[in-house]
């Protein structure tokens, strides 16, 4: 029997505190489900069960969160959804 040894661990010393953004995206009465749902898939890379529960929030609730990360990585996301036609904002 091989005696059991643990596995090496790197333990880091540091903490970097990042500041994480919110792409929101609004509801509107121009664009259907099939668009935003697309978006969503193309755009923020969500599966399409996931597109397709945040457009019905959004239909139903106004505005949803899409996406949360950096805000260099949200940025070009929100810019390519508004080029869409559909109303997006990066918000802290």
């Known amino acids: 029997m091989m005696p059991f040894s643990e596995p090496d661990?790197?333990?880091?010393d540091e903490v970097v505190e990042t500041e994480v953004y919110n792409l929101?995206?609004?509801?509107?009465?121009v664009n259907t489900f099939e668009h935003v749902i697309d978006t969503l898939i193309d755009v923020v890379h969500h599966t399409p069960e996931q597109a397709e529960q945040c457009?019905?929030?959004?239909?139903?609730?106004?505005?949803?969160?899409?996406k949360n990360g950096g805000f260099e990585?949200?940025?070009p996301m929100r810019n390519e959804i508004c080029r869409r036609g559909i109303s997006a904002e990066v918000l802290n």
């Open 24 to 29: 929101v995206v609004f509801n509107d009465d």
């Open 73 to 75: 990585e949200l940025v």
């Open 9 to 12: 661990v790197e333990v880091l």
């Open 55 to 66: 457009t019905l929030l959004i239909h139903y609730k106004g505005k949803c969160t899409v």
